[in-house]
T-cell receptor, first 113, second 115 residues
Framework: AQKVTQAQTEISVVEKEDVTLDCVYE???????LFWYKQPPSGELVFLIR??????QNEISGRYSWNFQKSTSSFNFTITASQVVDSAVYFC??????????FGAGTILRVKS | DGGITQSPKYLFRKEGQNVTLSCEQN?????MYWYRQDPGQGLRLIYY???????QKGDIAEGYSVSREKKESFPLTVTSAQKNPTAFYLC??????????????FGDGTRLSIL
């Protein structure tokens, strides 16, 4: 069975600090996809990134970066120079061939000015 | 702008009452989904539909029903059989389902509470 663990329930940082959100997943399949979503206070989930299991290259998009390591089954998300607008709940999710999207419990990020 | 519209934003249910949550999308997506979100938990799949007039149960379908008569619409009914309906409900859509791994696009959600 697939499973996604986000061990950090809540993280608080001061603006401009770097912060890493952890995501560990379990799957028996060799083909799978990993996602990160952001849920701001308004409620909707905003898609951030999708990564397939065959692509272990790290990705950077502005202040966001993702570190995918199959050896440790992790797909961690780092925000550099955090801003108050980054305050949200962040979800990691796993899609496995033939199955549906499974979400982690989410990490609440609070960025204080 | 294209997107997903959920209504109402807030909904209150009396004991023994059925209520229906609306979800409409103009993204021309084939697949639509309903999730339930409880505090401290991730999203759990209630029902999903890959095509018009077809839908499947998700992980927590008991006490819920859906219909998919139009591609754009996927309403969710919370029946009186759902004993703990208080939650945040999110509707999503994607280009395709089945073997798809395409990102899902989400609505703003409906918060349901019991009176």
């Amino acid at each position: 069975a697939q499973k996604v663990t986000q061990a950090q329930t809540e993280i608080s940082v001061v603006e401009k600090e770097d912060v890493t959100l952890d995501c560990v997943y379990e799957t028996r399949d060799t083909t799978y996809y990993l996602f990160w979503y952001k849920q701001p206070p308004s409620g909707e989930l905003v898609f951030l990134i999708r990564r397939n299991s065959f692509d272990e290259q790290n990705e950077i998009s502005g202040r966001y970066s993702w570190n995918f390591q199959k050896s440790t089954s992790s797909f961690n998300f780092t925000i550099t120079a955090s801003q108050v607008v980054d305050s949200a709940v962040y979800f990691c999710a796993l899609w496995e061939y033939g199955n549906k999207l499974v979400f982690g419990a989410g990490t609440i990020l609070r960025v204080k000015s | 702008d294209g997107g997903i519209t959920q209504s109402p934003k807030y909904l209150f249910r009396k004991e023994g009452q059925n209520v229906t949550l609306s979800c409409e999308q103009n993204l021309n997506h084939d697949a639509m989904y309903w999730y339930r979100q409880d505090p401290g938990q991730g999203l759990r799949l209630i029902y999903y539909s890959q095509i018009v007039n077809d839908f499947q149960k998700g992980d927590i379908a008991e006490g819920y029903s859906v219909s998919r008569e139009k591609k754009e619409s996927f309403p969710l009914t919370v029946t009186s059989a759902q004993k703990n309906p208080t939650a945040f409900y999110l509707c999503a859509s994607s280009i395709e389902s089945g073997d798809s791994n395409q990102p899902q696009h989400f609505g703003d959600g409906t918060r349901l509470s019991i009176l």
